[in-house]
């Protein structure tokens, strides 16, 4: 009985402990984020950078060891995470001076990788799977007189649209649009412009090859 009682009381201490971490945590969360909307979930080491430039709007999950760098020289923000959108364990989203502005209702898998440099815009409904790059700059290498990392960078921003799912380990480079209601298959490599509709996978790691997606619909 005595032991019984004492493991109550251990097992109390820790719950008010737990709750009295979450709110200290959740009051440092507010300090840092000025523009925050409740209710959030975001777990301990997940780290903000040029915090003044984020806005995180309500119903958003981030899992730990994620960072989220808001630099910009684009707007007041350079990164928004739009209504509940969930980021898993050790994103990194970095606006790189331009932005990556989520309209909501998205989710990132483990280790998916945004460099916003030359602008990314994710609709709503967005889903990706762990590993996927979206890169929105690329390196010149026009002369072989000079180091590449002298010669600058083109930015032509990157548009993904509504309900997009990415695979696993997809890349999506620079100057894409991915159209609404497309699938891109695990492992694919996206240079170009996907229309809306549109299932694109890499088949053998030779080639890609597209199939538009047909309106379930019957005429």
């Not at 709007?57 to 808001?70: L, P, Q």
């Not at 620079?174 to 497309?182: E, R």
Request: hydrophobic letters at 35%.
């Amino acid at each position: 009985m005595p032991n019984r009682f004492i493991g109550k009381i251990i097992h109390t201490g820790w719950k008010i402990k737990d709750k009295i971490s979450l709110t200290l945590h959740n009051h440092l969360i507010f300090y840092l984020i000025k523009n925050i909307k409740t209710p959030f979930c975001i777990e301990r080491d997940v780290v903000f950078r040029t915090p003044e430039q984020i806005k995180i709007e309500k119903d958003c999950t981030i899992k730990t060891r994620t960072i989220i760098n808001g630099r910009s020289k684009k707007g007041d923000f350079g990164v928004i995470l739009g209504e509940n959108t969930y980021l898993k364990e050790n994103c990194y989203f970095d606006s790189y001076s331009g932005f990556v502005h989520i309209d909501g209702f998205c989710a990132f898998g483990q280790n998916t990788i945004i460099h916003g440099g030359g602008g990314v815009k994710i609709g709503k409904h967005v889903i990706t799977g762990a590993n996927c790059y979206i890169i929105s700059s690329n390196h010149n290498y026009n002369s072989i007189e000079f180091p590449i990392m002298l010669q600058g960078d083109k930015r032509k921003g990157i548009i993904i649209e509504d309900n997009v799912w990415l695979g696993g380990s997809v890349i999506v480079l620079d100057g894409v649009t991915i159209g609404k209601n497309s699938i891109i298959g695990a492992g694919t490599v996206v240079t170009k412009d996907v229309p809306p509709n549109t299932l694109i996978y890499n088949e053998n790691n030779l080639k890609s090859k597209i199939i538009y997606r047909q309106n379930e619909k019957s005429n």
